[in-house]
């Protein structure tokens, strides 16, 4: 069965720490690994990732995929207050048809 | 605003009615998905079309569920004979199909069935 792990469930940093969240994933058909920001509504689009150890970056947010290890991981450096959130990871793995993981909660305390 | 749009936002509903929900997708986008987000999890997938027709549907989608993509345009969810089970947000993301192309999700629908 096609599954997606993210850890940690949650955790709880302080401005301006370095976070760091985990997605392995085992899937028949793997084509992409994407990572979305879900505040109080619907996921936003932060990268989609297809070949492994090229790092894709956006200001803090930074992201790499390893196709040995099924895995990627997501880093958020200086975190703010504003980058609290839910981070979900999903891989596309037939054609279109995305599985999501259970996602992780970040928490920036000021 | 051209974004994914949904309607309506919010709906509380008696157990046993039926309920309908729309997604309008981003204009240019011929994939549409509907997603279900219960608390703590990440969205599960329900169904997805290209342009009108329905590719796939979940097993987990019983059949008081259907959905509608009549004109490849804007698209519909129906539940019917709801149950309190079916409480959820239901989300719906589109997409353009050129190969590996990310999902554009709408505000979704929160659903409460008492």
């Known amino acids: 069965e096609d599954k997606v792990v993210q850890s940690p469930l949650s955790l709880v940093v302080h401005e301006g720490d370095t976070v760091t969240l985990n997605c392995s994933y085992e899937v028949t058909n793997f084509r992409s690994l994407l990572w979305y920001k879900q505040e109080k509504k619907a996921p936003t689009f932060l990268f989609m990732l297809?070949?492994?150890?090229i790092e894709k970056k956006s200001g803090r947010l930074s992201s790499i995929l390893d196709k040995k290890e099924l895995s990627s991981i997501l880093n958020i450096t200086a975190t703010q207050t504003g980058d609290s959130a839910i981070y979900l990871c999903a891989v596309d793995y037939s054609w279109g048809k995305f599985q999501f993981g259970a996602g992780t909660q970040v928490v920036v305390t000021p | 605003d051209t974004g994914v749009s949904q309607n309506p936002r919010h709906k509380i509903t008696k157990r046993g009615q039926n309920v309908t929900f729309r997604c309008d997708p981003i204009?240019?986008?011929?994939?549409l998905y509907w997603y279900r987000q219960t608390l703590g999890q990440g969205p599960e997938f329900l169904t997805y079309?290209?342009?009108?027709?329905?590719?796939?549907k979940s097993r987990l989608l019983s059949d008081r569920f259907s959905a509608e993509r009549p004109k490849g345009s804007f698209s519909t969810l129906e539940i019917q004979r709801t149950e309190q089970g079916d409480s959820a947000m239901y989300l719906c993301?589109?997409?353009?199909?050129?190969?590996?192309?990310?999902?554009?999700f709408g505000p979704g629908t929160r659903l409460t069935v008492t």
């Open positions: 297809t070949s492994s150890g």
């Open positions: 079309f290209q342009n009108e027709a329905q590719l796939e």
């Open positions: 204009s240019e986008h011929n994939r």
């Open positions: 993301a589109s997409s353009l199909s050129r190969g590996m192309d990310e999902q554009y």
